[in-house]
């Protein structure tokens, strides 16, 4: 008789967490950031990088990137982007 599907050896039944033993971004978590990751973050932010490659170049969550940012200062929001409601409307031409 065949088993269950949550008992059969790799099935994603069934299981709690990550998918992986270790993986990259959650390979420094719970570990105190040193002045050279604060500096690495301050720098990537103002570049507009996103907070996914920001945790994977750092080894770190993406929740821990956030909040880290948040308790240093440090906006993560796109410079470079302007608000919904404040782009300017292109000239119709009829």
Do not use: C, D, F
Not at 13 to 30: D, E, L, M, T, W
Not at 63 to 70: D, L, N, P, R, V
């Amino acid at each position: 008789m065949a088993k269950a599907a949550w008992k059969r050896p790799g099935s994603p039944i069934g299981k709690k967490g990550a998918r992986k033993a270790n993986p990259k971004y959650k390979r420094r978590s719970r570990q105190p950031w040193s002045e050279k990751e604060v500096k690495q973050l301050r720098q990537l932010a103002k570049g507009n990088t996103p907070t996914g490659v920001i945790s994977l170049k750092l080894q770190r969550p993406p929740g821990s990137i956030t909040s880290k940012a948040q308790r240093e200062g440090i906006s993560l929001k796109p410079v470079n982007r302007s608000p919904y409601n404040r782009r300017k409307k292109a000239a119709r031409s009829r």
